[in-house]
Structure formats: structure tokens, C-alpha cells
């Protein structure tokens, strides 16, 4: 399609074939759509439909078969042209679906040009994926990584054109030591079938590659890291798929595939975990000490459950009580809009997000000119903790849809730090149950929660050993409580959860990185009324 006087894209308006009746078919590039009406009067009319060229999946020229060739009495002498458009349809609760469109007309020329002028735009569609790489981990979650690749994913990503090179791993850590290895440039995305833990390998690889590629050295706590912009995208196949859920509000690797092919990104914060300037690990989603520290600690024994076995050690930690004594200290986030107790989440296009990303981009260009983070307040709380739990991001899955911190978001540069103090089991389990509903989990005496940029965990025990390592006394009787020797109260050091993977040391120092990554995602979709989109029985929206 031609440019039209005064710079404005053309419209593409032919009567064409769908079913049996003709239909007034427009490829708005103004508007960026393909939109499809019954030209009779509205009494009469049918649906009228439209869909936007970004979720256009591909168009390809198509034989008509004997059932779509029964169209009416003079069609059959005549020899058809038709042309199919796939195309996002999106479904109730954030599932999208690949959905299809054939129309047809008698004139060759005429199936040709809509053929080329489909195919000119979505060329430049310029944010989508050509060429992939696919890591699957046949052992993750209920074991189906695989079948799921082979029978939902890779049909689509072939109607989409996108080649892909596809690893099935073979053992922990495969995926991660090979994209230090493999020429990552020449991929638009990394692909990861599995869980959590899958996509944290995925990610500690591309994160760490451009890193070692950039003279970044990980051990320096201080270091600006340098961003990723190589996207990842997730095919849930774990058992909590935790980030994908928060990311695209479902788990679904339909949904998710077709993400990756209409290019979508996401821009998401990473946290950098230290222990003594040594680099432990990067955390998205959930770093947790005390509780969930103590559920995947038991949890791992129990890999042959499969995704059960959260269940179990979540009940038996539950039964355990345990609490664990430390201290914590915090740099608050002021340089964020939002606050954890916000009613309003980060959503696509979140402002607070927008925000935060315009600020990164003065600070690169000031080049690093601004305050130094070391020199701004920190904040110091000792206590005795259920459960301490950093989240970058609300940390929602289906066992808990609006997940720890609703709130939180994706890509502020910020982290939410939620304490939870010692308190009564009963108290505990209403506090857990809140996670299920709409009451709000942080409505609680003994909650407290706070929006941080780093922070750093030391606990009594560690405290205790680094302040008197010879008090021999000390270390005898260390195993018992010496406040109350009969209570809950656990002096040996819990262990952190960080995004489903046991860190060995208790005493940490983290520090948010602001949109260091990036997803093949688009955050949560607003429910609104456009949902239903592409089927309008208004002629009024179309038009
Ligand atoms: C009474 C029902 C209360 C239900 C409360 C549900 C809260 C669920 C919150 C889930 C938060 C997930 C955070 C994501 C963490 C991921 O980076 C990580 C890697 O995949 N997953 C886990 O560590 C896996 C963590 C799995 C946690 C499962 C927790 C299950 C708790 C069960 C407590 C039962 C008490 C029953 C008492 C009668
Ligand atoms: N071939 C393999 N054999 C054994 N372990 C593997 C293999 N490939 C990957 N892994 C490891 O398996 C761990 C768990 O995998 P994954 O995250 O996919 O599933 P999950 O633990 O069931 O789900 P979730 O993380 O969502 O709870 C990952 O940390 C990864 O390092
Ligand atoms: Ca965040």
C-alpha cells in the first residue's frame, strides 16, 4: 500500500467472501486494523469484527476445502481465491487463543494484493521474534515441558515463520552454562519451557553472559549491571510458575507462545543477591527467609510429588512454627510513585513503571552523576520473624491470584519487604488465608511491610557467632532456645528462598536493579469492555 497525500497510511477496502456472504473487508493502516462488516442495514447485519495488525498472527494463501467451497450455487463454477488471517482472539481471564479468518474472492489479483498487503505489515512488525532459542526442561513441574513444546507451542511458532534452535536439557544448570557459550547475538529471544527455577537459570545465564560480555564484574554488590535486551520468554511447565502468571495473568503456554510471537516486552526488575562481595544469585519473584526458606528447604526432598509437594511442607511448616530471630536494615524506595498498600496494581502500560523507566534513562545519561545509593538513609528493624519475604514483583499464581504483595510492581525499581512477626498460629493462618481473598494481608498487627530499593538481612545467630565465635558455652547449648526452651523459637538459621532455589548463606545483602530484563509479555491486561474486542455487534465501534 501506497503512502496517501499528506503523509496518512492507505485503507484497503475490497468486498470479500467469508462463509457464505460477502463482507466489506478494510486494512486500516491509519488505524492499525483489519475490521470486517456485514454491509447490510444494522437490522440485518451481522457481527462486525475487527482486529488490530499487532495481533496478527500470519496470513497465509489457502485452498478452499469442499465444506468452505459449498458457498453458494454460482461460486462453483468459478475458480476461488481465499487467503486465511490468524490472529490473536482473546478469551475471559487474560487467555489468548489463536483464532482464524478465511475470505475469498473470485479475482486473483485481488487475494494477491491483500496477501502482500497483510504480509508488508506484518513485516514491520518490527518487535517480533525471527529466530529463538528454546530451552526445555523435560523435568519440571508435572513432566510435560516437552509434550507441551512439541504439540502447543512449536505448530505456532512455525505458522508464525519464527525458526527456532531447541535444547532439551539434560541435567540442572545445562541451560545456564550453555548461553555462556552459544553466540546469544544472533537470537531475538530465549525461550524457556518450564518453571520458575527453569526461566532463573535462563536468566542467570543471559543476565550473567552480557555481564562477563560487558567487563561487569557480579561479585562487586555496587556494580551498575548492564541491561539485558535479549527478551525471555516463559512456557509455564513448572509447578508454581509464579513469574509468568504475574506477568501475563495466567499460565497458560497457549497464551504465552502467542505472546512471544506478536513481540510483546516486558521490562522487569532483578534483584542481586551478595554475601561478603560474593555474588550468590538474582531474584525476580519471591526471596523469602523463615516460612517459605523452610517450605523449599523440605519441599526438595520431596521432588517425586511433583507440584504436591508445596502442599505438604507448606502444611508442615505451618505445624512447625517456627520463628527465627535477626535483623534487617533498608534503604526505602522514594524514588517510586506507588506504595505497597495501593489498591491499584501495576497493569499493561502501568504509569508507575513508565516512571521509573524515564528516571533510569536521565540517570544514564547523567552517567551515573547522582547521589550515591550508600549515602541515603538506611533503616534498621531487629525482631523475631514468621516469615520475611522481598518480592519484585506481586508474586500472584494460581495458588494465590493476587499474590504476597498485590501491589508490587513489575518494572519500578523497587522491591516490597514484607515482615512477619512472631505471632499465634491462628493469628498465621489468617494471615495466609488472606492471600486467597480479597482482604487486605497487610491489615495486621504483627505485618509490616515497606517498599525498598536494597536491603540486608543478618540473623541473631550469625550476629552471635561473628561477635563471640569462641564462646565455647555458646556453641554447646546452641541448638536450645535459651529465652523459653520449650517454644517454637528456631535458633538454628532458616534458609532463603530465592525464586525457588535455597541460597547457603542466611546473611544477604540485595539490591533492586530497575528493569535489568526483559520478557516477551505485556504485564497484566485491564479488564475493559474491548475484551470481547474483536466480535462488536456495533457497527458505531467500528467506525
Ligand atoms: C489455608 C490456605 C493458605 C494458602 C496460602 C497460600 C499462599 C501462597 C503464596 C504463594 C506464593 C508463591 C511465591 C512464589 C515463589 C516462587 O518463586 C517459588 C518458585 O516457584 N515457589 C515456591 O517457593 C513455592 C512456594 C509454595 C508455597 C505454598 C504455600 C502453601 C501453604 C500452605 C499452608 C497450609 C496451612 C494449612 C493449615 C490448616
Ligand atoms: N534435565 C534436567 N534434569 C534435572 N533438573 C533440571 C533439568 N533441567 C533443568 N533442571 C532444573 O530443575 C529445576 C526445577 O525446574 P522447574 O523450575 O522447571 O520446575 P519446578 O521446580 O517444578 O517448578 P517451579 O520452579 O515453578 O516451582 C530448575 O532449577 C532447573 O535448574
Ligand atoms: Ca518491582
Redesign the pocket.
Known amino acids: 500500500m501506497e503512502r496517501l497525500p499528506g503523509g496518512r497510511r492507505p485503507r484497503l477496502v475490497s468486498s470479500l467472501g467469508l462463509g457464505r456472504r460477502s463482507w466489506e473487508v478494510t486494512l486500516d493502516e491509519e488505524r492499525g486494523r483489519l475490521a470486517w462488516r456485514d454491509p447490510r442495514p444494522p437490522r440485518r447485519a451481522g457481527e462486525n469484527c475487527f482486529v488490530p495488525i499487532s495481533e496478527i498472527i500470519s496470513v497465509e494463501e489457502t485452498e478452499l476445502n469442499k465444506k468452505q467451497r459449498n458457498i453458494g450455487k454460482w461460486q462453483k463454477m468459478t475458480k476461488l481465491h481465499a487467503f486465511t488471517v490468524y490472529y490473536v482472539k482473546k478469551a475471559r481471564n487474560h487467555r489468548w487463543r489463536c483464532s482464524d479468518v478465511t475470505f475469498w474472492c473470485v479475482d486473483e489479483h485481488l487475494c494477491n494484493q491483500w496477501i502482500q498487503a497483510l504480509k508488508e505489515l506484518l513485516e514491520m512488525q518490527k518487535s517480533r521474534p525471527k529466530q529463538l532459542l528454546v530451552y526445555i ?5 508435572k513432566r510435560q ?1 516437552k509434550r507441551i513444546y512439541e504439540q502447543k507451542v512449536a505448530p505456532l511458532f512455525s505458522l508464525a515463520s519464527i525458526s527456532t534452535d531447541v535444547v ?9 552454562d550453555n548461553l555462556f557459550e552459544v553466540n546469544i547475538y544472533k537470537y531475538d529471544g530465549v525461550v524457556c519451557v ?8 535462563v536468566m542467570h545465564g543471559l543476565v550473567g553472559r552480557i555481564q562477563k560480555d560487558s567487563g561487569i564484574d557480579q561479585n562487586n554488590p555496587k556494580a551498575s549491571l548492564v541491561q539485558c535486551n535479549i527478551r525471555i520468554g516463559i512456557i509455564p ?6 513469574i509468568c502468571y504475574s506477568t501475563v495473568g495466567i499460565s497458560d503456554p497457549v497464551t504465552s507462545a502467542l505472546h512471544i510471537i506478536v513481540g510483546d516486552c516486558q521490562p522487569l526488575d532483578v534483584s542481586s543477591v551478595h554475601h561478603n562481595n560474593m555474588f550468590l544469585k538474582y531474584s525476580v519473584s519471591l526471596l523469602g527467609y523463615g516460612f517459605y526458606g523452610d517450605i523449599l528447604k523440605d519441599s526438595e526432598k520431596k ?1 517425586w510429588m ?2 504436591m509437594r ?1 502442599d505438604y511442607s507448606g502444611f508442615k511448616t505451618f505445624l512447625s512454627h517456627h520463628y527465627y530471630e535477626g535483623t534487617i536494615a533498608y534503604q526505602p524506595a522514594k524514588h517510586t510513585l506507588g506504595s505497597p498498600r495501593d489498591k491499584d496494581s501495576c497493569r499493561t502500560g502501568c504509569y508507575i513503571c513508565k516512571k521509573s523507566e524515564q528516571q533510569l534513562a536521565e540517570q544514564h545519561k547523567d552517567c551515573g552523576l547522582k547521589h550515591e545509593e550508600g549515602e541515603e538513609e538506611w533503616k534498621v528493624i531487629k525482631g523475631k520473624f514468621l516469615a520475611i519475604n522481598a518480592v519484585n514483583m506481586s508474586c500472584a499464581c494460581p495458588r494465590s491470584p493476587k499474590g504476597l504483595s498485590p501491589a508490587a510492581h513489575l518494572a519500578d525499581g523497587s522491591a516490597d519487604l514484607i515482615l512477619v512477626r512472631k505471632c499465634s498460629r491462628f493469628d498465621f493462618l489468617r494471615y495466609l488465608v488472606r492471600h486467597t481473598n480479597q482482604d487486605d494481608q497487610f491489615d495486621f498487627p504483627f505485618v509490616d511491610v515497606y517498599r525498598v530499593k536494597s536491603f540486608q538481612f543478618t540473623s541473631k545467630l550469625s550476629e552471635d557467632n561473628e561477635s563471640n565465635v569462641m564462646d565455647i558455652g555458646k556453641k554447646r547449648f546452641g541448638q536450645f532456645c535459651r529465652d523459653h526452651p520449650a517454644c517454637c523459637c528456631n535458633i538454628v538459621n532458616s534458609t532463603w528462598n530465592c ?3 535455597t541460597l547457603d548463606s542466611s546473611a544477604i545483602e540485595v539490591r533492586v536493579h530497575c528493569q535489568l530484563m526483559k520478557l516477551f509479555a505485556r504485564g497484566i491486561e485491564e479488564n475493559c469492555k474491548d475484551e470481547a474486542a474483536y466480535s462488536q455487534n456495533s457497527a458505531e465501534q467500528l467506525l
Not at 532439551?168 to 545456564?176: F, L, Q, S, V
Not at 511447565?237 to 509464579?242: N, Q
Request: hydrophobic letters at 15%; aromatic letters at 8%.
Open positions: 526442561n523435560p523435568y519440571g513441574g515441558g532439551i536439557t539434560e541435567h540442572a544448570n545445562h541451560a545456564k518450564g518453571g520458575d527455577g527453569m526461566f532463573s537459570e511447565a513448572g509447578s508454581t510458575d509464579c521432588r511433583g507440584p508445596y525464586d525457588g532455589e
